[in-house]
C-alpha cells in the first residue's frame, strides 16, 4: 500500500465514523450496507485537497500502476512501461468479448445434465470442437477431457463462479449471469481466468505486452516471454568481498531461486566475519554412567500378564512341584 492509498483509506474511515455519528448510517438496519457504499462512491470521485486536487480514486489507482511497473525485475520493467499508459484509461469492451466463454455459459444457461463421470455432455463437447476446431480435422471427441481447452474453461468458469454444480446438474450462478449481460464484467472474467496468479500472471503479462506490437508466432512469443523468465529467476551473481551484479545466463554455478526476491545487496557485500573456533563439548554424564544389571527394579512387581506370566508367578510361590505351600 503506498502513501495515497494509506491517506485515502484514512480519510474514507473518518467519512464513515462521522455518518455514524451524526446517525447517518444506522449499524444493523435495513439498506446499512448499500447506504454505506454509496456514500463512499460519492467522496471516491470528487476532487480531494489531500491528493492535490484529484479524485481519491484516481489518485490511488495512479499509485498503483506506478508500483506496478516499477517492479523488478528490469526485463519486467520494460514490458510494463510500454502499457502503463494504456491502462489510465479503461478501454471499451465489444459485445463480442470472450466468445469461447460466452458461449459456455450461454450453451448451459439454465442448465444442463451432467454425465455419470461429471463430464460436459457429448453434445456440447462435439459443438465446442468443431465451433472452434479445438480438436483434431475428422475425428470427434468422446469426453470433454479430449478437448482440453474445453476442459479448462469448464474448470475455470466453475472456480469463478460463474457455473455452479448440484448433484449432476450443472447450470449459470447469479453472478454468472449478470456477467453474461455486462460485456465488461465478462471481459474482466476472461481476463483474470486467462493471467491467472502468482508466476503465471508474470507471464501472462509478458506475452500481452509483446502481442500489443502486432501478432507473433509462438516462437518469437516465447522469446519474449522467456527473455522475462530467465530474468527473473535468476539470482544475482556475487564476487568475493563485492558488490552483487545479476546473471545473465544460467551456468554450472546457477541455482535457480524464487522469482523476483529481493535480494540483500549491503549483506552480500560485507566480508565474512571470522567467528572463533567451536569450543569443546563438555564430556557427556551419560558417558560415565555405570549400568546395573538387569531385574525388576524396586517396589515393583513382576508382570503376571498372559499365561506364561501366571505359570512363572505360580511356580516362585509354590517353589519346588513336591512342596505344596499355598499363597499367602
Known sequence: MGIDEAVARSNASRLLEQALDDGALV??????AAARIKRLERWLTPPHPAHDGRT????????RRRTWAEAPPA??????????????VAPEAPADTAEPLRWLLESVGDGVTLTQAGHLP???VIEAAERYDWYLPGMVPRTEYDVVRL???HGLARAARRLAKRHRKLALTARGRQHLADPALLQATAAHVWFGDGVRADLAEAAAAALLDGELTLDDLTAAVHTL?????TPPTAAPHGPTTPATSCGSGCVPARPWVSW??????????????????????????VPTPRGPRPGREPSIQGRAGRSRVSAAWCGRPGDRREPP
Open 75 to 88: 526485463a519486467r520493467r520494460r514490458l510494463r512501461g510500454t502499457v502503463t499508459d494504456l491502462l489510465s
Open 229 to 233: 523468465a530467465v530474468e527473473a529467476f
Open 56 to 63: 481519491p480514486l484516481d489518485a490511488v489507482h495512479s499509485e
Open 27 to 32: 449499524p444493523g438496519a435495513r439498506g446499512y
Open 122 to 124: 457429448r453434445a456440447l
Open 151 to 153: 476442459a479448462e474453461l
Open 264 to 289: 540483500r545487496t549491503a549483506t552480500a557485500a560485507a566480508p565474512p566475519s571470522p567467528s572463533p573456533p567451536p569450543a569443546e563439548p563438555p564430556p557427556s554424564p551419560r558417558s560415565e554412567h
